[in-house]
């Protein structure tokens, strides 16, 4: 314990600041004295915006795991490496002849890794296909998936969030239920019957084939309580859901992740197909290339990677943080994969960045992964230089607002810091594992200063530590230059975020 106090790696540590800025050192050293922090580990870096000069910092250079703000050095590489007007397109390609109404051959479905597509988007593809005079296709359906490596998960992904909605499989042909645009994910709905006794309704969106309900989940009386619960089995596509629910109980509503979300957009084209009188008669392919010299018959494009970015960041979307490191690796490497995808992303980071990537680890895109280490002090480096950029605005805007109760807005942020002079003003990226907090961003000081900040928590053992970061962002907000003091800011809020995963991911509660 000597040697960890003796290197700076406690809360006990002390901090350095510019000379004339001893009321901040004091606030902040105050705040990250609470009792919570015992035993844990802080890296805390404040900068001037403008001149990228250090006004506090508390173990800068300590390496910790940094939950979601690993999204941060993702989606900057990305608006980089892509350009803000990237797009992915997603084809409808045929070989062999067309006899009449008949296509003698295969019919193709390929995905290049658009993040947002929807059953529509397929819908509207199918009815295109109808729209050249095709009513039947004597071979298979195949579902093209290439450009992306066959690896779903990444890096040390907890095994036991297989099926959950934030950790989805990364394919380059997925598909959404809904405009949150969570990828590889299937809506479950579950309301009571009419009486007790009666079966639960249950709702699954989009409906498929693909995917399969088990329903054993019963409506009770009013006043008892629920257990209901949604899980799919592991290594299949069997959402079972049981327990009970309560008569006049609101819809509860889950989302789940899919086993394999190739197969799944492909059977939901299937169906679209079907809707609009076209018959495929062989079976469905999965992660074959389309053939060269294939004739194109529709194609639906994505939105691009600027408006991608709101829900990516501000619901921190993990599906979308891994597209764009695939992204990027087939960009830059011709390889849809992880590894080439960090490698486009360090590149960025240290020839155009400035940021010293031999003093970090990044293991994916979206910070699930509990390998990635980065000081705040990195942090700080990478918000100095995003701010040089021609896409600064639009990443600036992407990143939460505190207290702005538009979840496209406020996102991650938009329940906290309400009432004090960081609402409103504090652009940052939140990040939350167990054990694991962080908030890294932009706020503007009482005295019109910008200001930048990193804060990264890391092995505490108290639910939550987010009004700590809470405390840091308002002091900062609240700072003049010079001042003798600053008060340590008092906070409320109707209830804490979540000690272990971003409020966004906890669907349909808000943050």
Not at 307 to 325: C, D, I, Q, Y
Not at 365 to 375: D, E, H, I
């Given at each position: 314990?000597?040697?960890?106090?003796?290197?700076?790696?406690?809360?006990?540590?002390?901090?350095?600041?510019?000379?004339?800025?001893?009321?901040?050192?004091?606030?902040?050293?105050?705040?990250?004295?609470?009792?919570?922090?015992?035993?844990?580990?802080?890296?805390?870096?404040?900068?001037?915006?403008?001149?990228?000069?250090?006004?506090?910092?508390?173990?800068?250079?300590?390496?910790?795991?940094?939950?979601?703000?690993?999204?941060?050095?993702?989606?900057?590489?990305?608006?980089?490496?892509?350009?803000?007007?990237?797009?992915?397109?997603?084809?409808?390609?045929?070989?062999?002849?067309?006899?009449?109404?008949?296509?003698?051959?295969?019919?193709?479905?390929?995905?290049?890794?658009?993040?947002?597509?929807?059953?529509?988007?397929?819908?509207?593809?199918?009815?295109?296909?109808?729209?050249?005079?095709?009513?039947?296709?004597?071979?298979?359906?195949?579902?093209?998936?290439?450009?992306?490596?066959?690896?779903?998960?990444?890096?040390?992904?907890?095994?036991?969030?297989?099926?959950?909605?934030?950790?989805?499989?990364?394919?380059?042909?997925t598909l959404n239920a809904d405009t949150d645009y969570d990828n590889?994910?299937?809506?479950?709905?579950?309301?009571?019957?009419?009486?007790?006794?009666?079966?639960?309704?249950?709702?699954?969106?989009?409906?498929?084939?693909?995917?399969?309900?088990?329903?054993?989940?019963?409506?009770?009386?009013?006043?008892?309580?629920?257990?209901?619960?949604?899980?799919?089995?592991?290594?299949?596509?069997?959402?079972?859901?049981?327990?009970?629910?309560?008569?006049?109980?609101?819809?509860?509503?889950?989302?789940?992740?899919?086993?394999?979300?190739?197969?799944?957009?492909?059977?939901?084209?299937?169906d679209k197909l079907a809707a609009h009188g076209i018959k495929v008669?062989?079976?469905?392919?999965?992660?074959?290339?389309?053939?060269?010299?294939?004739?194109?018959?529709?194609?639906?494009?994505?939105?691009?990677?600027?408006?991608?970015?709101?829900?990516?960041?501000?619901?921190?979307?993990?599906?979308?943080?891994?597209?764009?490191?695939?992204?990027?690796?087939?960009?830059?490497?011709?390889?849809?994969?992880?590894?080439?995808?960090?490698?486009?992303?360090?590149?960025?980071?240290?020839?155009?960045?400035?940021?010293?990537?031999?003093?970090?680890?990044?293991?994916?895109?979206?910070?699930?992964?509990?390998?990635?280490?980065?000081?705040?002090?990195?942090?700080?480096?990478?918000?100095?230089?995003?701010?040089?950029?021609?896409?600064?605005?639009?990443?600036?805007?992407?990143?939460?607002?505190?207290?702005?109760?538009?979840?496209?807005?406020?996102?991650?942020?938009?329940?906290?810091?309400?009432g004090t002079p960081a609402a409103g003003n504090v652009h940052a990226?939140?990040?939350?594992?167990?054990?694991?907090?962080?908030?890294?961003?932009?706020?503007?000081?009482?005295?019109?200063?910008?200001?930048?900040?990193?804060?990264?928590?890391?092995?505490?053992?108290?639910?939550?530590?987010?009004?700590?970061?809470?405390?840091?962002?308002?002091?900062?907000?609240?700072?003049?230059?010079?001042?003798?003091?600053?008060?340590?800011?008092?906070?409320?809020?109707?209830?804490?975020?979540?000690?272990?995963?971003?409020?966004?991911?906890?669907?349909?509660?808000?943050?």
């Amino acid at each position: 314990m000597a040697a960890l106090l003796a290197t700076g790696l406690s809360y006990s540590a002390p901090a350095t600041s510019a000379p004339d800025d001893d009321a901040l050192t004091q606030a902040l050293d105050n705040i990250l004295a609470d009792s919570r922090l015992n035993g844990g580990l802080a890296s805390v870096t404040v900068a001037d915006a403008a001149s990228g000069e250090t006004l506090y910092e508390r173990a800068p250079d300590v390496r910790l795991m940094p939950a979601s703000n690993t999204k941060l050095p993702t989606s900057a590489a990305a608006m980089a490496v892509l350009g803000p007007d990237y797009t992915w397109d997603t084809d409808v390609l045929a070989t062999g002849k067309r006899s009449g109404g008949t296509l003698e051959g295969d019919l193709y479905l390929r995905g290049t890794g658009d993040p947002t597509l929807l059953a529509e988007d397929l819908d509207a593809l199918a009815q295109k296909v109808a729209a050249e005079g095709i009513t039947r296709v004597s071979g298979r359906l195949v579902a093209d998936d290439t450009r992306f490596d066959a690896v779903r998960l990444g890096d040390s992904w907890a095994a036991d969030d297989e099926s959950a909605y934030y950790e989805p499989q990364i394919s380059a042909l997925t598909l959404n239920a809904d405009t949150d645009y969570d990828n590889g994910n299937v809506v479950i709905e579950t309301s009571p019957g009419k009486q007790a006794g009666d079966a639960a309704a249950v709702k699954m969106t989009p409906a498929n084939r693909y995917v399969k309900v088990v329903n054993r989940a019963k409506t009770v009386g009013k006043d008892e309580p629920s257990t209901l619960g949604v899980e799919r089995n592991h290594g299949t596509n069997t959402i079972v859901v049981s327990g009970n629910i309560p008569q006049k109980a609101d819809t509860d509503k889950q989302w789940i992740a899919v086993w394999e979300p190739t197969g799944y957009a492909a059977s939901v084209f299937r169906d679209k197909l079907a809707a609009h009188g076209i018959k495929v008669a062989g079976g469905t392919r999965l992660g074959e290339a389309v053939p060269d010299g294939a004739d194109k018959l529709a194609t639906h494009g994505s939105m691009s990677l600027a408006r991608v970015l709101t829900p990516f960041m501000k619901l921190s979307n993990n599906g979308h943080a891994e597209v764009l490191a695939k992204t990027m690796g087939y960009e830059a490497e011709k390889s849809g994969s992880w590894g080439a995808g960090l490698k486009a992303i360090g590149g960025w980071l240290k020839g155009d960045a400035g940021v010293d990537t031999g003093t970090l680890r990044q293991a994916d895109g979206s910070g699930l992964s509990r390998k990635n280490n980065v000081p705040s002090g990195q942090f700080a480096k990478l918000l100095h230089h995003a701010q040089q950029e021609p896409w600064f605005k639009e990443w600036y805007d992407a990143l939460p607002v505190a207290c702005n109760s538009d979840r496209m807005v406020g996102g991650t942020l938009r329940s906290r810091m309400c009432g004090t002079p960081a609402a409103g003003n504090v652009h940052a990226k939140t990040g939350s594992l167990t054990g694991a907090s962080a908030l890294s961003g932009y706020v503007t000081a009482a005295d019109g200063k910008k200001l930048i900040f990193s804060v990264v928590l890391n092995n505490y053992l108290a639910s939550s530590v987010k009004d700590i970061e809470d405390k840091i962002a308002v002091v900062l907000a609240s700072y003049r230059e010079g001042a003798e003091t600053i008060k340590e800011p008092s906070l409320t809020r109707k209830a804490a975020p979540p000690a272990d995963l971003e409020c966004a991911w906890q669907k349909p509660r808000s943050c």
